[in-house]
């Protein structure tokens, strides 16, 4: 009997021990998840600027295009106006 138990007992600690193992290795893998996306984050964040000045760069140049599209669609409907 004293020996049924003992194996019972190393079962137990062998299940306990691989459960603890898994669960070790999973929180490994999630640090390291987490660190590749702050480390992802920050380069996103130095990039910010930079897509910041394209942005405004781009809207700039839309509302240029736009307001010199508006004048000549004014003066093609007001030649007549213009040449006199």
């Known amino acids: 009997m004293s020996e049924d138990r003992g194996v019972i007992l190393l079962i ?13 290795q999973r929180t490994i893998d999630l640090y390291g998840r987490w660190r590749k996306a702050i480390a992802d984050l920050q380069g996103a964040r130095a990039s910010l600027p930079g897509i910041r000045k394209d942005f405004r760069g781009g809207f700039f140049t839309l509302v ?21």
């Open 12 to 24: 137990v600690v062998a299940i306990a021990f691989i459960f603890v193992g898994r669960r070790l």
């Open 64 to 84: 240029k295009v736009g307001l010199v599209g508006a004048f000549l669609i004014w003066a093609a409907s007001n030649i007549d106006v213009l040449t006199s």
